[in-house]
């Protein structure tokens, strides 16, 4: 089995930055792409920021310009450095991986933008 455990959430005021990290253990035999998603209250979940094989990443429309995923295939630990943060940007961030094409969530972490 694969294993996410996410750490970094946490109370920002608007315009602050947070950096959320991630790291997979079990059998990582092929990780296929790793990143974050989050779901806001009364929302549905929603791709955030992916690192993709090869070196590609995709990122939310409402997240361009502020949020960067960086990912370590050395030690599969992924990062979602936030900045400019927004209270819209207030959600529960799930780290997110395929392993051997199969989908992996963590627990979840609470980021909170609010003055």
């Known amino acids: 089995q694969v294993r996410l455990v996410e750490s970094g959430g946490g109370l920002v005021q608007p315009g602050e930055s947070l950096r959320l990290s991630c790291a997979a253990s079990g059998r990582l035999f092929r990780v296929n792409s790793m990143g974050w998603y989050r779901q806001a209250p009364g929302k549905e979940r929603e791709m955030a920021a992916l690192s993709i094989s090869g070196g590609i990443t995709n990122y939310a429309d409402s997240v361009k310009g502020r949020f960067t995923v960086t990912r370590y295939s050395t030690n599969n630990t992924v990062i979602l450095q936030m900045n400019d943060l927004k209270p819209e940007d207030t959600a529960v961030y799930y780290c997110?991986?395929?392993?051997?094409?199969?989908?992996?969530w963590g627990q979840g972490t609470q980021v909170t933008v609010s003055s």
């Open positions: 997110y991986a395929t392993v051997n094409y199969s989908r992996y």
